[in-house]
């Protein structure tokens, strides 16, 4: 089944925060986070694994909440860069290498 | 370094014919999926090779659909008697740790 990500669709003026959210009706493994900005390819952000495993880039921190199969990407102090299309990925069965992405959450910062 | 490089980067071909599009990942990384994006969707899993271990086809919607990996390195998905409901964008990713890097896409449109 696939994620539920909320919102769909945020704007933020720049130096505002924003969560982005991601939530499984399966027990889930990992969950995986990845920014697409328009005509591009999607690039790697954070993994969370279960038993609080994260790796990831610098200045993005994100929760998984094992127990309620979510987890929450934040976005704080944002920059016109963060601007994109947010997929969570998430995997379960003890392996994480077959992901199944939520339709995303379109992030636009303006000025 | 080089990243995953796909071609052709855009392909319009009529219903029914077959296509085959290729991709390039990055030098030793022995994982490779392909994925697809439809207008508004997020990405949609379609099959997964490990080394020289038997690939995950669960993804692939229908026989029309198959893909190879020689050598373990070049991948090429085919798509038989195409159908208008195969137009997506088609995107390839190789796998470095938790990391997959993906590249720039194939647009197929079938009219």
């Known amino acids: 089944q696939q994620p539920v990500q909320s919102p769909q669709a945020v704007i933020l003026r720049e130096g505002e925060d924003a969560v982005i959210n991601c939530s499984s009706s399966?027990?889930?493994?990992?969950v995986h986070w990845y920014r697409q900005k328009h005509g591009e390819a999607p690039i790697f952000l954070m993994i969370l694994l279960k038993g609080g495993e994260q790796k990831g880039h610098d200045k993005i921190s994100a929760s998984f909440n094992e127990k309620k199969q979510q987890s929450s990407l934040y976005l704080t102090a944002s920059q016109l860069s963060y601007s994109g299309t947010y997929f969570c990925?998430?995997?379960?069965?003890?392996?994480?290498?077959?992901?199944?992405f939520g339709k995303g959450t379109l992030l636009t910062v303006n000025p | 370094g080089a990243g995953v490089s796909q071609s052709p980067s855009n392909k319009v071909t009529e219903k029914g014919k077959d296509v085959e599009l290729r991709c390039d990942p990055i030098s030793g990384h022995t994982a490779l999926y392909w994925y697809r994006q439809s207008l508004g969707q997020g990405l949609e899993f379609l099959i997964y090779f490990q080394g020289n271990s038997a690939p995950d086809k669960s993804g692939l919607p229908s026989d029309r659909f198959s893909a190879e990996r020689t050598g373990g390195s070049v991948s090429t998905l085919t798509i038989q008697r195409t159908q208008q409901e195969d137009s997506a964008v088609y995107l390839c990713?190789?796998?470095?740790?938790?990391?997959?890097?993906f590249g720039p896409g194939t647009r197929l449109t079938v009219t």
């Open positions: 990925g998430t995997s379960s069965g003890g392996s994480n290498y077959k992901l199944t």
């Open positions: 399966k027990a889930l493994y990992s």
């Open positions: 990713a190789s796998l470095q740790g938790y990391e997959q890097y």
